[in-house]
């Protein structure tokens, strides 16, 4: 109801919308730094908080990958066992998984040695929230990695979770793994007003309005209440937009927001 009433095809910052995203001025060189783990295969490090965006920038950011070059694989199921971990990347590339992790290993590295060797295909394992990772994985897969004698990387693995995820990978445990990261990445809530406004602005132009719905102050309050999290914009917004259909209002009053935000609270 409230999308047709403000003339919206989708919620704004809604996370299903197909538009490329708004570039907040540091896209181009994180598609410079993937691009490096596909031109030479390694390890990345994707962290950031909850709600800032990292997914969407990756599902971007994978959109160009060739199909015949590249064998995307995305994990996001990462709260379980290591041996069901390993069984999943199995199943992801076609195997039959073995019940024994051992077996499970010989079988992948096998697999992935074969699209290296005979279809020149690089694996991209994409693994998000990854700061769920049991850590007895952290401490094993840099073995995983190892052929030949550890002279060849044949596949490039993105670790996506919150701060947190760094923090336990710099552990003296998880030493051998973190030497092996070879681009880090991190995305921030975005506190500058300007960019903040520039966000919303975007986000109500790829839904398809193009008229200011908020005044300058609402854009603040918003900007406090979600510490400039677009996910907890989003949901302000969509929420503040609902309040407004229900009132008839055609724009975003300032109290409206204050009322949206009043509803979102836990």
Known sequence: MYLQHFGLTHAPLDKSQKAPLWDDGQ?????TRFKWLLDSPGIGLFTGESGVGKTAVLRQLTKALNPHRHHLIYLPETDFGRVDIYRGL???LGLEPAFRRAQ???????HIAELANVKQQLP???????????TAFFRDFPAFLNYEFDARNLMTVWFVGTPQLHQVLRRAPYASLYSRIQVKLSLQGINDPAQYKALISHAFEVAGCNQTLLSDSGYELLRQASQGNPRTTGMLLTTALRLACEQKQNHLADDIIEQ???????
Do not use: G, Y
């Open 104 to 110: 499970v290993w010989r079988e992948i590295k096998t």
């Open 27 to 31: 896209m181009e060189q994180r598609q």
């Open 260 to 266: 949206s935000i009043e509803v979102s609270r836990p």
């Open 124 to 134: 991209v394992w994409i693994i998000d929230e990854a700061q769920n990772l049991p």
């Open 90 to 92: 199995a199943l992801a």
